[in-house]
């Protein structure tokens, strides 16, 4: 239990961080969660390089037990719009954060021979891309409307260039996209901390 504590408790605080932050704007295409949740795929590689994928896994079980009650907390407080979140967004969270980090364990532990950075690279990138696709086609996309229809998501589907330059789609696909590009920027600068955190940790577990 010693070993995964840590993992379970920077998880945990990730998503409950993440779940606060996604509230407030960052610029026109982002929240400041966008900067939190994409640590959770740093503490899921760590403990996969760590403990293996079967402990890797735990954690990630953790924090969707986590994220799953502070969306049912969400959806009971109401806000200058109604809840604050809302049930399409609560099942796009979990779905996206279940699948993501087990597909990210399973392609790290795919990867773990080779050299150091691909596997964490590597598992982040399709990860982030799963968990950017899954959490806002459920949350947002009109197709999906009928699965809660007193959730307005009209305002997310309004025609704009996509990032303000491109072509005429949705807003939630700009809204996707600039947060998948934030999540390969942190991917990328994770595998210093990566480095640094399974060195130190390691030796420490050699003693």
């Given at each position: 239990?010693?070993?995964?504590?840590?993992?379970?408790?920077?998880?945990?605080?990730?998503?409950?961080?993440?779940?606060?932050?996604?509230?407030?704007?960052?610029?026109?295409?982002?929240?400041?969660?966008?900067?939190?949740?994409?640590?959770?795929?740093?503490?899921?590689?760590?403990?996969?390089?760590?403990?293996?994928?079967?402990?890797?896994?735990?954690?990630?079980?953790?924090?969707?037990?986590?994220g799953v009650i502070?969306?049912?907390?969400?959806?009971?407080?109401?806000?200058e719009f109604g809840?604050?979140?809302?049930?399409?967004?609560?099942?796009?969270?979990?779905?996206?954060?279940?699948?993501?980090?087990?597909?990210?364990v399973a392609v790290?532990?795919?990867?773990?021979?080779?050299?150091?950075?691909?596997?964490?690279?590597?598992?982040?990138?399709?990860?982030?891309?799963?968990?950017?696709?899954?959490?806002?086609?459920?949350?947002?996309?009109?197709?999906?409307?009928?699965?809660?229809?007193?959730?307005?998501?009209?305002?997310?589907?309004?025609?704009?260039?996509?990032?303000?330059?491109?072509?005429?789609?949705?807003?939630?696909?700009?809204?996707?996209?600039?947060?998948?590009?934030?999540?390969?920027?942190?991917?990328?600068?994770?595998?210093?901390?990566?480095?640094?955190?399974?060195?130190?940790?390691?030796?420490?577990?050699?003693?």
């Amino acid at each position: 239990m010693s070993r995964i504590l840590p993992g379970i408790l920077c998880m945990a605080a990730i998503v409950v961080a993440s779940n606060i932050l996604v509230q407030f704007l960052f610029g026109q295409w982002l929240t400041w969660g966008a900067f939190t949740y994409p640590l959770a795929f740093l503490v899921t590689d760590v403990m996969n390089r760590l403990h293996g994928a079967a402990t890797a896994r735990k954690v990630v079980v953790a924090g969707f037990v986590v994220g799953v009650i502070c969306s049912v907390v969400g959806t009971q407080i109401a806000g200058e719009f109604g809840p604050l979140v809302t049930w399409r967004i609560a099942a796009g969270s979990g779905l996206a954060f279940l699948t993501a980090q087990l597909l990210d364990v399973a392609v790290f532990d795919r990867l773990r021979e080779g050299a150091w950075w691909r596997a964490p690279f590597v598992s982040t990138l399709i990860g982030s891309a799963v968990d950017t696709a899954i959490f806002f086609t459920i949350a947002f996309s009109a197709w999906l409307a009928f699965v809660e229809p007193g959730n307005d998501v009209s305002w997310a589907n309004d025609a704009l260039p996509l990032l303000g330059l491109g072509p005429v789609l949705p807003l939630w696909v700009s809204l996707a996209l600039a947060d998948w590009g934030v999540k390969l920027g942190i991917a990328v600068l994770a595998l210093v901390p990566f480095r640094l955190i399974v060195e130190k940790l390691g030796r420490q577990d050699a003693k």
